[in-house]
């Protein structure tokens, strides 16, 4: 598979995630506030080299590929550097449309349990601030509502590249192995 196709099979388990969770969403009413992000800002978040490897790309195509991994690469923050909490609209991100699997995932999909059962995977603001909504949410689930599952998205960019979903680095780390993978892959062509 040829690193476009990867790039392509990638933005189309983003796509499926991205329908899926605004199914959710609309089914329970769940949302996170307006510019809130408090979950970007955990330090320790960790990615896959794969989940990053569509926004290396797109950086590649943009001639800014270097630029950025210069950025990763002098940097020891542990924030993930397309946070950008001055950011208007949707989410923090400064390249929302590129941002990784775990925060497309967090907030409106569930788990499995060692029972076999859906657990809602969402933060504690969510639990709080919308109890009626969120308890509303996992009875929903119990009674057989389509909720994405995490381990099922994760299995879906594992059969498009082993190697770059096997190991998970901080989110930093992820992004600039991703941006070397996209770099050493034209260098040689």
Request: hydrophobic fraction near 35%.
């Amino acid at each position: 598979m040829s690193l476009e196709e990867k790039v392509r099979g990638v933005e189309l388990v983003f796509e499926k995630l991205d329908r899926e969770i605004a199914a959710f969403q609309q089914a329970t009413s769940l949302h996170c506030q307006w510019g809130c992000g408090k979950c970007c800002f955990k330090p320790d978040i960790e990615a896959t080299i794969l989940e990053f490897l569509p926004f290396a790309h797109y950086l590649h195509t943009q001639g800014i590929a270097f630029d950025w991994l210069e950025k990763l690469t002098s940097s020891d923050s542990p924030l993930c550097h397309i946070l950008s909490p001055t950011q208007g609209g949707a989410g923090l991100c400064s390249e929302y449309k590129y941002r990784g699997l775990i925060c497309r995932l967090f907030g409106y999909t569930a788990r499995t349990n060692k029972y076999n059962k859906k657990e809602l995977v969402t933060c504690a603001i969510i639990k709080n601030e919308q109890a009626a909504q969120y308890e509303a949410a996992v009875q929903k689930i119990d009674d057989g509502e389509p909720v994405p599952v995490m381990s099922q998205f994760y299995m879906q960019l594992h059969g498009i590249d082993f190697e770059l979903t096997r190991d998970f680095y901080p989110i930093n780390q992820a992004m600039r192995k991703a941006i070397e993978t996209v770099l050493q892959y034209y260098a040689y062509r």
